[in-house]
C-alpha cells in the first residue's frame, strides 16, 4: 500500500490509545468501569477457557458414548422393540470407553475424555431441553453459560467478544441460547457465521482502510475535544476506546478466522480439505477457529454443528447419525489432539453436549424418540479426569443406575472449574440474587483429576 | 424394587408403634416437653417463621390447625388418620416425606405425635408463639398508603421552578451539592425532543425556540410551549407507546418453540400509541387492558377498543409444542409475572411453587390470582402440532360471525367438544398417576405411562383434526385478545406442579393489599378480571401510582426515584425520594391519571433543564448523582438510531402502520420447532412498527440493547461495546442514509461553509465553530485526494467526501449522547 498508509497508523493509534487521550484519567475510567476486564476467579482456577460444543436435535446415547448391544451381552430385557447400537462399536485401546464406530477418532483420543453417561435432560422437547442445557432454564429467559463465564471471568484480549457462537444455523431457542438476558449485554455471545463475513458489520460495504482512516482521525479528534470537557464521564471514555478495539477488530477477527495461514498437515488433521457436504460440513473449519480464539484469549467459545433442522434428531431412521457423526468426528478429534500437542489442553475445557438422549426402542421403521431419562455428554482437559466413565445406565440404556447428573450439576462443575463457585456468581435482577444453577447443582468431585 | 424395602420398614415400624400403644396409652403427652421439641429440631427451620413450606408453620397455635397449601391439615386434633402431618412423617416417598432428609422420626417420637393427636392436640395458650413474619414485611414503606407530604422549605427559594425542584433541592441543600447550571438551550431542546417523540428536532424547531427562550416569551414559557407541542405529535405516542411496549414484553410472534406469528397483535400495539397520544387515564388504561373486554360499550366500535386492549394478557408468551399437554399453567404464570412486575412492581411468580421468600406473597395469593386467569379464555396461535389459531375474540357482530361460520360450526363444535373431552380425562389420569405414583409398582406406573400415552396420542389426534377444521373455515376480523372462560377457583399446585392440586383457593386480591374477595354475584357468574383491574387500579392501592410515576421518572431522568422501577419489594432499592415519590403519585391521580400531565411536570422542572456537565465538588459528594444535582447524560436507544438515520436520510416513511405485517398465509402456516417463523421484513417506517419476534432478534437490536420481548424489559441498557462502534463504522444501512443525507448537502447548497452548517444543523443541532470547520475542511480536502488519487469520477467524489463526513459526524458522542 501507499507510505501514507503507513504512516497513517500509528497516528490512529495514538489518537485512540490511552497515552495521548487524556492520559491517567482514562485508563483509570476504563480500568474501574470496565465491564469486560479480567476478573480474578473466586479460587484458583483449573482452566481458563472452555469450548463448548453442542450436538443440535439429541445424540443418541446408545449410538455413540454409551453403546448397547446384543454383541455385549444387551439382550433388551425382552422388549421386542428393543434396538442395540446398529453400528456396533469398540473399545479404546488405552482406557477401554466404550464408543459407537461411527466415532473413530473420538475414540482414538478416549484417553483424554471423559464421559458423563448418566445425564438426565431437563424436558422432553428440544427447544426447552436446549435451552435448559444452555441457560440452566427449560422455560424462562436466563442467561446463557457463556454470559456468566464472561460476566464472572471478563476478557484478556478486548480485540475479541469474550463469548462467540460460530453457528451455521440457529439452534432450536433461536438466539435465546446466546443471549446475556438481564446480564449487562456486553457478556451476550457474538455470532460468527463460516463465510466470507463471519461478524456483522467486520467489513466495510465500498471503502478502502485509507478513508477510513481519516474518518476516524476526525471523530476521533472531535470526541477527544467533547470528552476532555467532560473528564469524568467514563461511558465517553470507553465509548472512545470501542472505536478503537473495533478499528483493531476488523484486523484482529478476519485474522483469527483465516485458517489458510494453518499448516498443511493441520488442516488435514481437521479434514479441512475434506469434501464434506450436508448438514455439519462447516465443523473442521468452525473446530479450528475455535482453536485459533482460544489461543487468542476468547474465553467462552460455542460450536454449534446443526441448526433446528436437518440434524441428530433422527426419529425415522437411525443410520442418519453415521453421516452427522462422520462430518463432526474427525474434526472434534483433531481439536483435542491439537489442544492437546499445543500445551493447551491441560487449561482448556472441552465439553460436548446435546439436549437429551434417544429411546433405546425403536420408533417408527428405524429411528428413535427423545428420552430424557438418560443420556451422554464428555468432557477433556480442564483438570478433568481422562480416559474415565462417570455413572451408567441400565442394561438398555434406559434410565441411569449409578450416579445420575442434572444439567445444574454438569454448570456447576464446569463453573467450579474455571475457579468459579456456582453459589458465589450472582446478579441481582428483580429482587433477587439470580445464578446459573438456580437453587441447585453439586460439583461432581468424581470427575476431577 | 427400591420401593419396596422401605415401606416394609415402615410397616414394621406402624406395627411396633401399634403394639407399643396397648403398653403406655394411657401415659399422658405434655406439649411443651414432648412435642415441641420435636417441632422445633426437626420441622421449624422449614415450617416456622423463615419458611412456610406448603402454607403451613408448626410454631403457632392460630395457624395450626388450617388447612395447608396440599388441602390437607397437618394436624386434626382427635384423628389421627386424617392428620397429614402423621402421614408424613411416616411415608417413605421422597416427593411426601417429612423431614425430606436427614433421619426419620425414632419410633417413640411417633408415638408420641399420634398419642398427642388421639388426645386432643392440647396446644396450650401459654405456648410461646415466635413473632409473625408477615406483620414485619407489611410495614415495608410501598405496602404503606401513599402520603400527601407538602413540598420541603428550601434555603434558595429563587432556584426552584416548581414542587418537584423543591424535593430535590432541599435533599441536595442538606447534602451540600450546588445543582449544575442550566443546560445549553440548543442541548435541552434536543434532549425534550427524543424524550418525547424519539427523534431530532428540525433545524427551524431549534431556532423557534431559540428565539422565543432568549426573547420572545422567556424561557420557563418557551419550555412549556415546547412541551405542550411535542406532546401534541403522533410521535409522541409511537414513543411511549414503545416504551409500554417494553414493560408488557409486546412481540408479534408468540414464543413457543415454533414462534407462531401473530399478524393481529399490530391492533393491541396500536392501540397502546393511540391510547397514549389521547391521554388516556392511566387507571382507565389498565382497566382495559385487563378486563376490556368485560366493560361496558356504546359502540361497536368502542367495544372492539376494548376488546383488542386485553391483547394486553393475550400477549403472556405460549410455551411447547403439543395440544394434549399444553402447559398453560405457564402462560398463566407469565401473565402474573409481567402484570406484578410492570403495574405492581411485585415479583408475584416467585410464589408459584411456595411463599415468597422475601416479600409477603404467600402462594394462597398467588393462587388467589391465578385462579383469575385460569377462568379466562386465552386465545391459541397455533403450535406445532395445531397449526391453527383458536379462540381468537372476532370484531363483527356475533351474528355476521354466525353467518359466515354456519357451514362449518357444527363440524367445529363437534370436534371441539371431542378435543375437550380427551383433555379433561388426560387431566384427570394425570392427577390420579402422579397421586399414585408413589406407591404403585414399575410395572405398574409403565402401564399408567402407557395408558396416559395412548390417551393423549389420541387427544393429539383429535386437535390436528380440528386445527384442519379450523383452517378451512373462512377468515374473519379478530382480535388477539382474551375473554371471560370456563369460571373456577385455582387449586395451588404443590411445589409449581400441576398434576399435583392442593387446596382450592377463592379467587382474591394479596392479603398485603388488601385481600378484597369477588362479590359472591361475580364469583359465580365472572372470572374476577373486572375486579381484579379495580383493584389494581384504585387510588387506594399503594403500588399502582407509585409505580408508574416511577417508571416516567426513570425514562426521562435515567433512573427511577426507585431504581428497581419493576421491584418495589423488600429486595428491591428503598427511594432516593420518598416524599417526592408520594407527592408525585398524589398529583398524577388528582389530575387524572394523566400521563401528559405527568410529563408536563417533569419537563418543566428546572432540574430537568440542567446541564450534564460534572462538578468535581459534587462528584466527591453523590457520584452516581442519586440527588439529580446534573442531568444524566443517556445515549440513545435503539430505535431513536435508526429512526434518526432514516430522518437524515430522508427516507423515513412517518405514517403509522395501520395494516398487519405480510405474514404468510394462515392457510399454509407449517411451523415446527426445526423450522421456526423466521422471516423478516423491511421497513421504512419508525422502529416502533417493526416486526418483533420472540425467538430470534434481529442483531441491530441486540448490539444496541434493544428491549427483550420475552420479559419485562424495565430500562434499556447503556452498553458499550465494539460491534456497536463496528456498527457505526461499517453498517450498510447507515453508509446508506450518509450517501442519501450527503445528497441533500450538496444539493441545497453552494460553499462547504453552507454546507457544513447544514450538516452540523441536521445532525447535531448547532453550527460548528471555526476550529471545527477547518477540521472539517481538511477532512474534505483529504478525501478528495485521496479519492482522485484513487480514480473516482468527480461527481462521485463529491458525494463520497461528504458522505465522510457524515459518517464522521455519526460517530461521535454529541450524537450518540443527549447532553
Same mark, same amino acid.
Given at each position: 500500500?501507499?507510505?501514507?498508509?503507513?504512516?497513517?497508523?500509528?497516528?490512529?493509534?495514538?489518537?485512540?490509545?490511552?497515552?495521548?487521550?487524556?492520559?491517567?484519567?482514562?485508563?483509570?475510567?476504563?480500568?474501574?468501569?470496565?465491564?469486560?476486564?479480567?476478573?480474578?476467579?473466586?479460587?484458583?482456577?483449573?482452566?481458563?477457557?472452555?469450548?463448548?460444543?453442542?450436538?443440535?436435535?439429541?445424540?443418541?446415547?446408545?449410538?455413540?458414548?454409551?453403546?448397547?448391544?446384543?454383541?455385549?451381552?444387551?439382550?433388551?430385557?425382552?422388549?421386542?422393540?428393543?434396538?442395540?447400537?446398529?453400528?456396533?462399536?469398540?473399545?479404546?485401546?488405552?482406557?477401554?470407553?466404550?464408543?459407537?464406530?461411527?466415532?473413530?477418532?473420538?475414540?482414538?483420543?478416549?484417553?483424554?475424555?471423559?464421559?458423563?453417561?448418566?445425564?438426565?435432560?431437563?424436558?422432553?422437547?428440544?427447544?426447552?431441553?436446549?435451552?435448559?442445557?444452555?441457560?440452566?432454564?427449560?422455560?424462562?429467559?436466563?442467561?446463557?453459560?457463556?454470559?456468566?463465564?464472561?460476566?464472572?471471568?471478563?476478557?484478556?484480549?478486548?480485540?475479541?467478544?469474550?463469548?462467540?457462537?460460530?453457528?451455521?444455523?440457529?439452534?432450536?431457542?433461536?438466539?435465546?441460547?446466546?443471549?446475556?438476558?438481564?446480564?449487562?449485554?456486553?457478556?451476550?455471545?457474538?455470532?460468527?457465521?463460516?463465510?466470507?463475513?463471519?461478524?456483522?458489520?467486520?467489513?466495510?460495504?465500498?471503502?478502502?482502510?485509507?478513508?477510513?482512516?481519516?474518518?476516524?482521525?476526525?471523530?476521533?479528534?472531535?470526541?477527544?475535544?467533547?470528552?476532555?470537557?467532560?473528564?469524568?464521564?467514563?461511558?465517553?471514555?470507553?465509548?472512545?476506546?470501542?472505536?478503537?478495539?473495533?478499528?483493531?477488530?476488523?484486523?484482529?477477527?478476519?485474522?483469527?478466522?483465516?485458517?489458510?495461514?494453518?499448516?498443511?498437515?493441520?488442516?488435514?488433521?481437521?479434514?479441512?480439505?475434506?469434501?464434506?457436504?450436508?448438514?455439519?460440513?462447516?465443523?473442521?473449519?468452525?473446530?479450528?477457529?475455535?482453536?485459533?480464539?482460544?489461543?487468542?484469549?476468547?474465553?467462552?467459545?460455542?460450536?454449534?454443528?446443526?441448526?433446528?433442522?436437518?440434524?441428530?434428531?433422527?426419529?425415522?431412521?437411525?443410520?442418519?447419525?453415521?453421516?452427522?457423526?462422520?462430518?463432526?468426528?474427525?474434526?472434534?478429534?483433531?481439536?483435542?489432539?491439537?489442544?492437546?500437542?499445543?500445551?493447551?489442553?491441560?487449561?482448556?475445557?472441552?465439553?460436548?453436549?446435546?439436549?437429551?438422549?434417544?429411546?433405546?426402542?425403536?420408533?417408527?421403521?428405524?429411528?428413535?424418540?427423545?428420552?430424557?431419562?438418560?443420556?451422554?455428554?464428555?468432557?477433556?482437559?480442564?483438570?478433568?479426569?481422562?480416559?474415565?466413565?462417570?455413572?451408567?445406565?441400565?442394561?438398555?440404556?434406559?434410565?441411569?443406575?449409578?450416579?445420575?447428573?442434572?444439567?445444574?450439576?454438569?454448570?456447576?462443575?464446569?463453573?467450579?472449574?474455571?475457579?468459579?463457585?456456582?453459589?458465589?456468581?450472582?446478579?441481582?435482577?428483580?429482587?433477587?440474587?439470580?445464578?446459573?444453577?438456580?437453587?441447585?447443582?453439586?460439583?461432581?468431585?468424581?470427575?476431577?483429576? | 424394587?427400591?420401593?419396596?424395602?422401605?415401606?416394609?420398614?415402615?410397616?414394621?415400624?406402624?406395627?411396633?408403634?401399634?403394639?407399643?400403644?396397648?403398653?403406655?396409652?394411657?401415659?399422658?403427652?405434655?406439649?411443651?416437653?414432648?412435642?415441641?421439641?420435636?417441632?422445633?429440631?426437626?420441622?421449624?427451620?422449614?415450617?416456622?417463621?423463615?419458611?412456610?413450606?406448603?402454607?403451613?408453620?408448626?410454631?403457632?397455635?392460630?395457624?395450626?390447625?388450617?388447612?395447608?397449601?396440599?388441602?390437607?391439615?397437618?394436624?386434626?386434633?382427635?384423628?389421627?388418620?386424617?392428620?397429614?402431618?402423621?402421614?408424613?412423617?411416616?411415608?417413605?416417598?421422597?416427593?411426601?416425606?417429612?423431614?425430606?432428609?436427614?433421619?426419620?422420626?425414632?419410633?417413640?417420637?411417633?408415638?408420641?405425635?399420634?398419642?398427642?393427636?388421639?388426645?386432643?392436640?392440647?396446644?396450650?395458650?401459654?405456648?410461646?408463639?415466635?413473632?409473625?413474619?408477615?406483620?414485619?414485611?407489611?410495614?415495608?414503606?410501598?405496602?404503606?398508603?401513599?402520603?400527601?407530604?407538602?413540598?420541603?422549605?428550601?434555603?434558595?427559594?429563587?432556584?426552584?421552578?416548581?414542587?418537584?425542584?423543591?424535593?430535590?433541592?432541599?435533599?441536595?441543600?442538606?447534602?451540600?451539592?450546588?445543582?449544575?447550571?442550566?443546560?445549553?438551550?440548543?442541548?435541552?431542546?434536543?434532549?425534550?425532543?427524543?424524550?418525547?417523540?424519539?427523534?431530532?428536532?428540525?433545524?427551524?424547531?431549534?431556532?423557534?425556540?431559540?428565539?422565543?427562550?432568549?426573547?420572545?416569551?422567556?424561557?420557563?414559557?418557551?419550555?412549556?410551549?415546547?412541551?405542550?407541542?411535542?406532546?401534541?405529535?403522533?410521535?409522541?405516542?409511537?414513543?411511549?407507546?414503545?416504551?409500554?411496549?417494553?414493560?408488557?414484553?409486546?412481540?408479534?410472534?408468540?414464543?413457543?418453540?415454533?414462534?407462531?406469528?401473530?399478524?393481529?397483535?399490530?391492533?393491541?400495539?396500536?392501540?397502546?400509541?393511540?391510547?397514549?397520544?389521547?391521554?388516556?387515564?392511566?387507571?382507565?388504561?389498565?382497566?382495559?387492558?385487563?378486563?376490556?373486554?368485560?366493560?361496558?360499550?356504546?359502540?361497536?366500535?368502542?367495544?372492539?377498543?376494548?376488546?383488542?386492549?386485553?391483547?394486553?394478557?393475550?400477549?403472556?408468551?405460549?410455551?411447547?409444542?403439543?395440544?394434549?399437554?399444553?402447559?398453560?399453567?405457564?402462560?398463566?404464570?407469565?401473565?402474573?409475572?409481567?402484570?406484578?412486575?410492570?403495574?405492581?412492581?411485585?415479583?408475584?411468580?416467585?410464589?408459584?411453587?411456595?411463599?415468597?421468600?422475601?416479600?409477603?406473597?404467600?402462594?394462597?395469593?398467588?393462587?388467589?390470582?391465578?385462579?383469575?386467569?385460569?377462568?379466562?379464555?386465552?386465545?391459541?396461535?397455533?403450535?406445532?402440532?395445531?397449526?391453527?389459531?383458536?379462540?381468537?375474540?372476532?370484531?363483527?357482530?356475533?351474528?355476521?360471525?354466525?353467518?359466515?361460520?354456519?357451514?362449518?360450526?357444527?363440524?367445529?363444535?363437534?370436534?371441539?367438544?371431542?378435543?375437550?373431552?380427551?383433555?379433561?380425562?388426560?387431566?384427570?389420569?394425570?392427577?390420579?398417576?402422579?397421586?399414585?405414583?408413589?406407591?404403585?409398582?414399575?410395572?405398574?406406573?409403565?402401564?399408567?405411562?402407557?395408558?396416559?400415552?395412548?390417551?393423549?396420542?389420541?387427544?393429539?389426534?383429535?386437535?390436528?383434526?380440528?386445527?384442519?377444521?379450523?383452517?378451512?373455515?373462512?377468515?374473519?376480523?379478530?382480535?388477539?385478545?382474551?375473554?371471560?372462560?370456563?369460571?373456577?377457583?385455582?387449586?395451588?399446585?404443590?411445589?409449581?406442579?400441576?398434576?399435583?392440586?392442593?387446596?382450592?383457593?377463592?379467587?382474591?386480591?394479596?392479603?398485603?393489599?388488601?385481600?378484597?374477595?369477588?362479590?359472591?354475584?361475580?364469583?359465580?357468574?365472572?372470572?374476577?378480571?373486572?375486579?381484579?383491574?379495580?383493584?389494581?387500579?384504585?387510588?387506594?392501592?399503594?403500588? $399502582?401510582? /407509585?409505580?408508574?410515576?416511577?417508571?416516567?421518572? &426513570?425514562?426521562?431522568? +435515567?433512573?427511577?426515584?426507585?431504581?428497581? %422501577? =419493576? *421491584?418495589?419489594?423488600?429486595?428491591?432499592?428503598?427511594?432516593?425520594?420518598?416524599?417526592?415519590?408520594?407527592?408525585?403519585?398524589?398529583?398524577?391521580?388528582?389530575?387524572?391519571?394523566?400521563?401528559?400531565?405527568?410529563?408536563?411536570?417533569?419537563?418543566?422542572?428546572?432540574?430537568?433543564?440542567?446541564?450534564?456537565?460534572?462538578?468535581?465538588?459534587?462528584?466527591?459528594?453523590?457520584?452516581?448523582?442519586?440527588?439529580?444535582?446534573?442531568?444524566?447524560?443517556?445515549?440513545?436507544?435503539?430505535?431513536?438510531?435508526?429512526?434518526?438515520?432514516?430522518?437524515?436520510?430522508?427516507?423515513?416513511?412517518?405514517?403509522?402502520?395501520?395494516?398487519?405485517?405480510?405474514?404468510?398465509?394462515?392457510?399454509?402456516?407449517?411451523?415446527?420447532?426445526?423450522?421456526?417463523?423466521?422471516?423478516?421484513?423491511?421497513?421504512?417506517?419508525?422502529?416502533?412498527?417493526?416486526? $418483533?419476534? /420472540?425467538?430470534?432478534?434481529?442483531?441491530?437490536? &441486540?448490539?444496541?440493547? +434493544?428491549?427483550?420481548?420475552?420479559?419485562? %424489559? =424495565? *430500562?434499556?441498557?447503556?452498553?458499550?461495546?465494539?460491534?456497536?462502534?463496528?456498527?457505526?463504522?461499517?453498517?450498510?444501512?447507515?453508509?446508506?442514509?450518509?450517501?442519501?443525507?450527503?445528497?441533500?448537502?450538496?444539493?441545497?447548497?453552494?460553499?462547504?461553509?453552507?454546507?457544513?452548517?447544514?450538516?452540523?444543523?441536521?445532525?447535531?443541532?448547532?453550527?460548528?465553530?471555526?476550529?471545527?470547520?477547518?477540521?472539517?475542511?481538511?477532512?474534505?480536502?483529504?478525501?478528495?485526494?485521496?479519492?482522485?488519487?484513487?480514480?473516482?469520477?468527480?461527481?462521485?467524489?463529491?458525494?463520497?467526501?461528504?458522505?465522510?463526513?457524515?459518517?464522521?459526524?455519526?460517530?461521535?458522542?454529541?450524537?450518540?449522547?443527549?447532553?
Amino acid at each position: 500500500m501507499s507510505k501514507r498508509h503507513l504512516h497513517r497508523r500509528p497516528l490512529i493509534r495514538s489518537l485512540f490509545g490511552s497515552s495521548l487521550l487524556m492520559p491517567g484519567v482514562l485508563s483509570n475510567l476504563l480500568a474501574a468501569d470496565n465491564p469486560m476486564r479480567a476478573r480474578q476467579s473466586h479460587f484458583a482456577a483449573s482452566a481458563k477457557r472452555i469450548i463448548f460444543i453442542y450436538a443440535t436435535g439429541g445424540v443418541s446415547h446408545i449410538d455413540s458414548f454409551d453403546p448397547k448391544s446384543t454383541d455385549n451381552g444387551h439382550d433388551g430385557s425382552g422388549d421386542e422393540r428393543w434396538m442395540g447400537s446398529i453400528f456396533g462399536s469398540d473399545r479404546n485401546a488405552k482406557c477401554g470407553t466404550e464408543v459407537s464406530n461411527i466415532f473413530p477418532h473420538l475414540r482414538d483420543v478416549m484417553d483424554e475424555i471423559c464421559v458423563i453417561r448418566s445425564m438426565k435432560a431437563s424436558h422432553f422437547d428440544h427447544s426447552e431441553a436446549t435451552l435448559g442445557m444452555h441457560t440452566g432454564s427449560a422455560t424462562f429467559a436466563r442467561p446463557s453459560m457463556g454470559s456468566w463465564v464472561s460476566y464472572g471471568l471478563g476478557t484478556v484480549n478486548e480485540n475479541l467478544p469474550s463469548f462467540m457462537v460460530i453457528a451455521p444455523f440457529l439452534p432450536y431457542g433461536g438466539t435465546q441460547v446466546y443471549a446475556s438476558d438481564f446480564l449487562p449485554a456486553c457478556h451476550q455471545g457474538t455470532r460468527v457465521i463460516p463465510g466470507d463475513n463471519p461478524i456483522a458489520n467486520l467489513r466495510s460495504p465500498e471503502l478502502g482502510r485509507d478513508l477510513q482512516d481519516l474518518e476516524l482521525k476526525l471523530s476521533g479528534s472531535m470526541n477527544k475535544r467533547h470528552a476532555s470537557e467532560r473528564p469524568f464521564d467514563s461511558e465517553l471514555a470507553a465509548r472512545i476506546k470501542s472505536f478503537e478495539t473495533a478499528f483493531e477488530m476488523q484486523q484482529a477477527a478476519p485474522e483469527a478466522f483465516d485458517v489458510s495461514q494453518e499448516p498443511a498437515h493441520i488442516r488435514k488433521l481437521y479434514g479441512l480439505d475434506r469434501k464434506v457436504k450436508g448438514p455439519g460440513a462447516d465443523f473442521a473449519w468452525q473446530c479450528l477457529v475455535a482453536r485459533r480464539l482460544a489461543e487468542r484469549g476468547v474465553r467462552f467459545i460455542e460450536l454449534i454443528d446443526t441448526g433446528s433442522r436437518p440434524n441428530w434428531d433422527s426419529h425415522g431412521e437411525i443410520k442418519e447419525h453415521a453421516d452427522l457423526a462422520k462430518n463432526v468426528d474427525q474434526p472434534t478429534a483433531a481439536l483435542i489432539t491439537d489442544l492437546k500437542q499445543r500445551g493447551m489442553l491441560d487449561d482448556t475445557i472441552v465439553l460436548w453436549a446435546t439436549e437429551f438422549g434417544r429411546t433405546p426402542t425403536r420408533e417408527g421403521k428405524n429411528g428413535r424418540g427423545h428420552h430424557r431419562d438418560c443420556f451422554s455428554v464428555w468432557l477433556a482437559g480442564g483438570g478433568f479426569k481422562s480416559g474415565h466413565v462417570h455413572g451408567t445406565t441400565d442394561d438398555i440404556g434406559k434410565y441411569t443406575v449409578e450416579n445420575p447428573v442434572e444439567v445444574h450439576d454438569l454448570h456447576a462443575t464446569v463453573l467450579h472449574q474455571m475457579g468459579i463457585d456456582h453459589e458465589r456468581l450472582t446478579f441481582r435482577h428483580a429482587g433477587r440474587d439470580f445464578r446459573l444453577t438456580d437453587v441447585h447443582g453439586r460439583i461432581l468431585q468424581d470427575i476431577i483429576a | 424394587m427400591k420401593k419396596i424395602a422401605p415401606t416394609f420398614a415402615t410397616m414394621v415400624a406402624i406395627l411396633l408403634l401399634s403394639l407399643a400403644k396397648f403398653a403406655i396409652a394411657s401415659e399422658p403427652v405434655d406439649f411443651s416437653n414432648d412435642i415441641q421439641p420435636i417441632f422445633a429440631k426437626r420441622c421449624i427451620e422449614c415450617h416456622g417463621p423463615e419458611e412456610q413450606n406448603g402454607g403451613m408453620r408448626l410454631d403457632q397455635k392460630r395457624t395450626v390447625f388450617s388447612e395447608a397449601d396440599s388441602g390437607h391439615r397437618a394436624i386434626v386434633a382427635n384423628n389421627v388418620e386424617e392428620s397429614e402431618l402423621v402421614k408424613r412423617v411416616q411415608s417413605s416417598d421422597p416427593d411426601n416425606q417429612m423431614p425430606p432428609e436427614g433421619e426419620r422420626l425414632t419410633t417413640k417420637q411417633l408415638d408420641l405425635l399420634e398419642r398427642w393427636i388421639a388426645g386432643g392436640a392440647l396446644w396450650p395458650d401459654k405456648a410461646i408463639d415466635t413473632a409473625n413474619h408477615s406483620d414485619a414485611t407489611s410495614t415495608h414503606w410501598s405496602f404503606l398508603p401513599i402520603e400527601s407530604p407538602n413540598p420541603p422549605v428550601v434555603r434558595d427559594i429563587e432556584w426552584s421552578w416548581n414542587e418537584i425542584d423543591r424535593f430535590l433541592q432541599s435533599k441536595r441543600e442538606a447534602s451540600g451539592l450546588i445543582a449544575s447550571d442550566d443546560s445549553d438551550l440548543r442541548a435541552l431542546i434536543r434532549r425534550a425532543t427524543y424524550d418525547l417523540t424519539g427523534l431530532p428536532p428540525t433545524p427551524d424547531e431549534v431556532s423557534e425556540f431559540l428565539i422565543e427562550a432568549q426573547t420572545a416569551i422567556g424561557k420557563k414559557e418557551a419550555i412549556e410551549k415546547l412541551v405542550d407541542r411535542l406532546l401534541s405529535q403522533v410521535n409522541y405516542g409511537e414513543r411511549w407507546g414503545r416504551h409500554w411496549m417494553d414493560w408488557v414484553r409486546y412481540a408479534d410472534t408468540s414464543g413457543d418453540n415454533s414462534d407462531y406469528p401473530i399478524p393481529e397483535a399490530y391492533l393491541y400495539r396500536n392501540y397502546i400509541i393511540d391510547a397514549f397520544n389521547a391521554d388516556l387515564p392511566y387507571d382507565r388504561f389498565l382497566i382495559e387492558q385487563i378486563a376490556g373486554d368485560l366493560l361496558p360499550s356504546e359502540s361497536l366500535a368502542q367495544k372492539n377498543r376494548q376488546t383488542i386492549a386485553t391483547g394486553y394478557l393475550a400477549m403472556a408468551r405460549r410455551f411447547g409444542s403439543l395440544v394434549e399437554r399444553y402447559p398453560w399453567h405457564l402462560t398463566i404464570e407469565d401473565t402474573i409475572d409481567n402484570l406484578g412486575k410492570t403495574v405492581l412492581g411485585l415479583t408475584l411468580a416467585c410464589a408459584r411453587c411456595h411463599d415468597h421468600k422475601f416479600d409477603p406473597i404467600s402462594t394462597r395469593d398467588y393462587y388467589g390470582i391465578y385462579g383469575i386467569f385460569a377462568s379466562t379464555q386465552y386465545p391459541m396461535p397455533g403450535l406445532e402440532l395445531f397449526k391453527a389459531q383458536r379462540d381468537f375474540v372476532p370484531l363483527i357482530p356475533s351474528d355476521e360471525v354466525a353467518d359466515v361460520m354456519q357451514p362449518f360450526q357444527k363440524e367445529i363444535d363437534k370436534l371441539e367438544t371431542e378435543l375437550e373431552t380427551l383433555l379433561a380425562k388426560c387431566e384427570t389420569q394425570a392427577i390420579e398417576d402422579a397421586a399414585v405414583s408413589s406407591e404403585a409398582t414399575i410395572a405398574e406406573q409403565r402401564k399408567r405411562r402407557k395408558d396416559l400415552d395412548t390417551m393423549m396420542l389420541k387427544a393429539r389426534k383429535a386437535g390436528e383434526k380440528l386445527a384442519e377444521a379450523l383452517k378451512k373455515a373462512p377468515a374473519i376480523p379478530t382480535a388477539y385478545a382474551v375473554q371471560d372462560g370456563r369460571i373456577q377457583d385455582a387449586r395451588i399446585q404443590i411445589k409449581g406442579e400441576p398434576d399435583r392440586p392442593g387446596a382450592a383457593v377463592p379467587r382474591k386480591f394479596p392479603d398485603v393489599l388488601g385481600a378484597f374477595a369477588l362479590p359472591e354475584d361475580v364469583e359465580a357468574s365472572s372470572s374476577g378480571r373486572l375486579q381484579l383491574a379495580n383493584w389494581i387500579a384504585s387510588g387506594k392501592n399503594p403500588l $399502582t401510582a /407509585r409505580v408508574i410515576v416511577n417508571r416516567v421518572w &426513570q425514562r426521562h431522568f +435515567g433512573v427511577g426515584l426507585v431504581a428497581s %422501577t =419493576s *421491584d418495589f419489594g423488600l429486595r428491591g432499592e428503598l427511594p432516593s425520594h420518598p416524599e417526592l415519590l408520594d407527592w408525585l403519585a398524589n398529583d398524577f391521580m388528582q389530575n387524572g391519571w394523566s400521563i401528559k400531565h405527568l410529563h408536563r411536570r417533569l419537563m418543566t422542572s428546572r432540574t430537568y433543564q440542567l446541564s450534564s456537565r460534572d462538578s468535581k465538588a459534587n462528584i466527591a459528594i453523590d457520584p452516581t448523582n442519586r440527588l439529580y444535582w446534573k442531568f444524566n447524560r443517556l445515549r440513545l436507544d435503539a430505535e431513536s438510531i435508526r429512526d434518526t438515520l432514516l430522518v437524515l436520510g430522508d427516507s423515513l416513511d412517518p405514517n403509522p402502520m395501520t395494516e398487519p405485517h405480510p405474514f404468510p398465509e394462515k392457510a399454509n402456516w407449517d411451523f415446527t420447532q426445526h423450522y421456526p417463523f423466521k422471516d423478516d421484513y423491511a421497513s421504512q417506517k419508525r422502529s416502533v412498527y417493526m416486526m $418483533t419476534k /420472540r425467538l430470534t432478534a434481529k442483531v441491530y437490536f &441486540q448490539t444496541f440493547d +434493544g428491549p427483550d420481548p420475552n420479559v419485562c %424489559t =424495565s *430500562d434499556r441498557d447503556q452498553s458499550v461495546t465494539p460491534l456497536q462502534a463496528l456498527y457505526f463504522v461499517n453498517d450498510a444501512f447507515l453508509h446508506d442514509q450518509a450517501n442519501l443525507f450527503a445528497d441533500r448537502v450538496t444539493e441545497g447548497s453552494a460553499s462547504d461553509q453552507q454546507r457544513l452548517n447544514y450538516a452540523f444543523d441536521h445532525i447535531l443541532c448547532r453550527i460548528p465553530t471555526d476550529e471545527e470547520s477547518q477540521m472539517m475542511l481538511d477532512h474534505l480536502k483529504n478525501v478528495r485526494e485521496q479519492l482522485v488519487e484513487s480514480k473516482h469520477v468527480e461527481l462521485e467524489i463529491e458525494r463520497q467526501a461528504w458522505s465522510s463526513l457524515t459518517r464522521s459526524l455519526l460517530r461521535l458522542n454529541e450524537f450518540l449522547y443527549l447532553d
